[in-house]
Structures are given as C-alpha cells and as structure tokens.
C-alpha cells in the first residue's frame, strides 16, 4: 500500500493539504476579524454607501451582528467556492489520473483556497464564487451577458475594487465562453458594451459618491448599535476607510512601498513554483484551432494582470491581490480549454521535479494579506 502511495503520491498529497486547510482555519478563527467584522455592520442606512451591500443583506434577517458571523458566512461561501471548483476542475478535465497534477497545483495553490481561509471574511472569495459561476452554467444566450453583467453590478456593490479585482476576469470569462464560441452579434456586443459602461458608472458613484455623509462619531455610534457585543468596540478601528478618498489610500500605498517591495521575491518564487501550471497554460494556447484565438488569449491575460498592476499602485494588500491574480488565471485556464484545440499534453505525473514542486505548494499554507505570510 505505501508503495503505491509513493508510485503516484499526488492523492496523497491531497490529503496533506487537507490537513494543511484545517490548520489555516484553525489559526484563523483565533484572529480578531477587524475588517471582515465592520462590513458586516455597515449598511444603507445613511444613503448610498460604498461596501455595504453585504451588511445590508445581513441587516434583513438581524438588527444585532455577532462576531461569529463572520466566521459563518466566510466559512460557507468558502465551502460554497470550493465545492463549486472541485464541479468545475471535474467538468473541464475530469479526475483520470493524468489531471491529478494539474488538480494539485490548483486547488492546493497557497495562492488558492488555502489564501481564502486565510482572509476569511473578507470580500475577495465572492469574485472568484461568481466567476466560478460563470464557468459552469450554459453560455449560449444574451442572459448570459446580462447575468455577468448583474454579477459585475454585485461585486462592485460589495467592494468596488471589484472592478479591477475580479470583473476583468469575468469580462474575459463572457468573450472566451460566449462571443468567441457562439460569435459576436450586434445585439450581444451592444449589450455588453453598454453593461461595461453601466457598470463603469456605477464603480464612479461608489468610488466618489459612496463615501459617509454624517460625521465618523455618529457613524461609529450607529454602528455600535448594531454590534451584539458591545464591549469589542475595538473592532470598529477601521471605520475610517469610509472616509478616506482614493487619494489617501495611493498616497498610503506609495508610502508602504519601500516595505512592501521586499516582498516582491517572495513572489515571484511562489509564482516560479507553479511553473508546471503555466507551461500547461501556454501548451493550451498553441494548441487552439483558431488563430484569432491565440492572438486574443494573451491579450486577455494581459489585460487581467494590468488590472492587478494598477490595483498594487492604488491599495496594499499586496499578498491578497497577487493571490487573486494567480486565481484569476486559474479560471481563465478553465474557459479556455472550452475552445477548439488539439490535444494538449498534460502535467507529467512521474516526474520528480514536477512531484517536488508538488509538494513544495501543498506543504506552503497560505500567502497572507499585505506581506507574504
């Protein structure tokens, strides 16, 4: 039995991450939950306000937050994400032995769901849930647009970072599944043209308009009244952030910078780990049937990763966006694959470099939030 545990350790390797989550979640659950906590409290109550669609959701079914819901709704949009990608990994490669690789370097990524226990709570996990979304249900039709279009709409809502975060990505998920598989009508393209300027408006009434209207004390006050434990006023430490105009958070990025870059090496080593992946990747785009194809691939990748680019200019959770980078290609793998192409080989299973870097990803339980772990 330990023989063939070794002859193919890439299921074993599975179960180490498994207990590598379990680990991340554990230590997660003993932090203070500052920032995921606050979103939970703020709503509509004072007008249109930027962040607040998910407290206004929980302001529904309860008057009062506890703490522990932070935890709850985090831990069920990760099991929900999680779920929903072990579905989709099945549906676009299927589970054979010869995909185990691929698998491992996905889903154990340290970039992936193991970085999402880590920021549990946080708004990140919903992007990738909807993306996800995106990749599983049928894209033939003009709800399709509509429905990432809605999708966009909500994440903007919920953060709107969001538009550079996630939204690119689920732009590129419509061209790739949609316009290029099914063709680009006139009717379709001027649907998600006009979806794009619609939701570049709304991103501007949040970013510049969203901001609280009434003096911080009574904003804090108000929210206080919503906490089911008073006492842990503490956690409303960050109730600045719906105060603070974009220019004060470029100028607080600029200012971390000098820090912040030594973690650049970091990384790009993290990056240089799933080396496998993005071999496989570009294997992918030679291998598609279409010229057109090839060319639009890249330019998709590009624009994702520009995106991220002006996102580290602007704010510096440095470890939170390249981690949402790293799965924002994952999903763009997936779309792809959907496309016309020849047969691609797959990540060699046998391999030892292949098996070390295996086991150097699953073994690595998280990357953090500003700096590497």
């Not at 491992?104 to 880590?118: I, Y």
């Not at 060319?295 to 580290?312: D, G, K």
Request: glycine fraction near 6%.
């Amino acid at each position: 039995m330990n023989l063939r545990v070794w002859e193919n350790p890439w299921r074993l390797m599975l179960a180490v991450n498994a207990a590598v989550l379990v680990g991340v979640f554990l230590h997660k659950i003993a932090l203070p939950p500052y920032v995921p906590y606050i979103h939970l409290l703020v709503d509509y109550h004072f007008g249109f306000t930027k962040r607040a669609l998910i407290g206004a959701i929980v302001s529904l079914f309860t008057a009062k937050v506890p703490v522990w819901l932070v935890f709850a709704l985090g831990g069920a949009a990760w099991l929900i994400t999680a779920g929903l990608f072990v579905q989709l990994f099945r549906r676009t490669f299927g589970f054979e032995e010869k995909y185990l690789p691929l698998f491992v370097f996905m889903a154990g990524s340290p970039f992936f769901l193991k970085n999402f226990m880590h920021t549990l709570g946080h708004f990140d996990i919903y992007g990738c849930l909807l993306a996800i979304c995106l990749l599983l249900i049928p894209a033939r039709s003009l709800g399709y647009v509509l429905l990432a279009a809605m999708f966009s709409a909500i994440l903007v809502l919920i953060h709107h970072i969001h538009l550079l975060m996630y939204v690119p990505t689920i732009a590129a998920i419509v061209l790739l599944r949609h316009y290029l598989a099914h063709g680009a009508k006139r009717q379709s393209v001027a649907v998600g043209a006009a979806s794009l300027v619609a939701i570049g408006v709304l991103f501007i009434a949040a970013q510049f308009y969203g901001t609280m209207a009434v003096p911080e004390a009574q904003f804090v006050a108000y929210l206080e009244g919503r906490m089911a434990d008073p006492p842990r006023a503490n956690l409303l430490s960050f109730g600045y952030i719906w105060y603070q105009p974009l220019t004060k958070e470029i100028l607080d990025t600029w200012q971390r910078l000098p820090h912040n870059l030594l973690g650049i090496p970091v990384f790009v080593f993290l990056i240089w780990l799933h080396t496998p992946l993005w071999q496989y990747f570009l294997r992918l785009v030679e291998a598609l049937a279409v010229d057109a194809h090839r060319r639009i691939v890249p330019a998709v990748v590009a624009v994702v990763t520009t995106a991220y680019l002006i996102m580290f200019a602007m704010v510096f959770d440095y470890s939170r966006w390249i981690s949402n980078w790293a799965v924002c290609l994952f999903l763009i793998l997936h779309a792809v694959k959907t496309l016309p192409a020849k047969a691609v080989q797959p990540i060699l299973a046998k391999d030892r470099k292949m098996v070390a870097l295996g086991w150097i990803v699953i073994l690595i339980p998280r990357v953090g939030i500003v700096r590497p772990f």
